[in-house]
Every structure is written in structure tokens, then in C-alpha cells.
């Protein structure tokens, strides 16, 4: 069973461009959560998403960042024009359920570097 | 002031030794508590829940104190393995949404 598989590992844009992250969730998952790590800080939640639904994007900010996850295919971060500040990991997280006392288990991340 | 604070370390302990880090948290709502570990580079992984009545799984022992907002990770006879970042994490909802990461203790067991 595999794991929650996030692609690229490591992207590298120039300012201004897109950044398109992929996120495939364990099998069996409809709950997605993404989370952005900044050097040297804890990871803070972004959005939370079930098929086809954003249920709490509070994280996200307002301008630039957008998340979707299709009735079929991975979930996908996009970021557009991209900012040095933007350099970041990016971790994908799923789960089965949304309930209390539910294990969000996470990808490996996507290494994000803005030059 | 941080949701979650954490001593950032680095702790850096013989092998065998016991090893404790702390963490506070600000929301008096908060109803989930876990404790991951991050490997460097690496995703964080659930270590293990953190229950009011304190809870042991082998080696690692977490506590809880609602009252003074306060959880604790006691790691007895430490290995080489243990090696890592402890990330002390909370959940007002209760739920995997949502999660409250503290910044880290960085631990280096020394041969």
C-alpha cells in the first residue's frame, strides 16, 4: 500500500513563475491537507480538502495560492508568481476520515526554491 | 506569542541516556495532542498520541497537564535511531485538519 506520493520532490522557479505541486493520497483517503514548512519553522496547516471540495482554506493565503482536488487525479497546490518568500517545503497529508482521533499520514514533501 | 512553543535544542545526549522535552500550548481549546518526529529533510511521522492520563508505548513516555497547558516526551535508554526532530502538535478540532505544529526539539544521540 503505497504511501501519500507528492511529485515533484524538488522544484526550482524563477520569480514570477508557477508552481504546480501534486499530491496522490494514500489509497482508500478522500481527505487531503496541505501544510507549507518555512526554513527553521513548524509546519503550518493551508487547506483541507475532500473530493472535489475545499472544506477550510483559513491557512491559504488570499492572493496567488489556490488548491483543488478532482473527482479524479491527485490534489494539486498551484501557486502563481511565485516570491523568493515562497520558498518552502510543502507537505501533503491524508486521511480516511476527517473525524476526531483520525492519523493524517504525510508525504514526503515538495522542496520548493524561488531564485 | 507561538500557538505551540517548543525548546528548539539541540539536546545532544550520550546513548542509554533519558531525555525529556517539553512543550506549552496557547489555546485553552485544543483537544487533540500528538508528538511526530521529523528525520532531516524527511516528512514528520505520528510518534504517538498524548492522552490526559499519560501514555508509554516501550521506551517513549507522554504526558499531559490540561491545567497548566503543558506535554511532555520522555525518551528512556535513548539509540542512535532516536536521532531526530520532536514536533509537539495540537488539534483544537479534534481532527487530522488543522494541526498545530510547534517548530521542534532537535535531539542527537551520541555513539
Known amino acids: 500500500n503505497a504511501g501519500v506520493m507528492q511529485n515533484p520532490r524538488h522544484l526550482v522557479r524563477r520569480r514570477g513563475q508557477e508552481a504546480r505541486l501534486r499530491c496522490s493520497p494514500m489509497?482508500?483517503?478522500?481527505?487531503v491537507y496541505w501544510y507549507r514548512q518555512l526554513p527553521e519553522e513548524g509546519l503550518k496547516f493551508m487547506v483541507y480538502?475532500?473530493?472535489?471540495?475545499?472544506?477550510?482554506e483559513s491557512g491559504m493565503p488570499k492572493e496567488r495560492f489556490s488548491a483543488e482536488f478532482p473527482k479524479e487525479g491527485p490534489s494539486i497546490l498551484r501557486i502563481q508568481q511565485v516570491v523568493r518568500g515562497d520558498s518552502a517545503a510543502y507537505f501533503c497529508?491524508?486521511?480516511?476520515?476527517?473525524?476526531?482521533?483520525?492519523?493524517?499520514?504525510f508525504g514526503q514533501g515538495t522542496r520548493l526554491t524561488v531564485v | 506569542r507561538k500557538e505551540v512553543e517548543q525548546d528548539p535544542g539541540p539536546f545532544n545526549v550520550p546513548e542509554g541516556a533519558t531525555v525529556a522535552f517539553n512543550c506549552t500550548y496557547s489555546?485553552?481549546?485544543?483537544?487533540?495532542f500528538f508528538w511526530y518526529r521529523q528525520d532531516c529533510r524527511k516528512e514528520p511521522k505520528l510518534l504517538m498520541s498524548?492522552?490526559?492520563s499519560g501514555n508509554e508505548d516501550g521506551r517513549f513516555t507522554a504526558q499531559l497537564n490540561r491545567a497548566s497547558q503543558y506535554i511532555s516526551l520522555l525518551i528512556r535508554d535513548s539509540k542512535l535511531s532516536d536521532s531526530a526532530t520532536y514536533l509537539c502538535v495540537v488539534s483544537i478540532s479534534g481532527s487530522a485538519r488543522q494541526l498545530t505544529f510547534g517548530s521542534g526539539t532537535q535531539l542527537t544521540v551520541l555513539p
Open positions: 480538502l475532500q473530493k472535489e471540495n475545499i472544506i477550510d
Open positions: 498524548v492522552y490526559s
Open positions: 497529508a491524508s486521511s480516511p476520515f476527517g473525524g476526531p482521533d483520525t492519523e493524517a499520514f
Open positions: 489555546n485553552s481549546a485544543s483537544q487533540s
Open positions: 489509497k482508500g483517503h478522500s481527505h
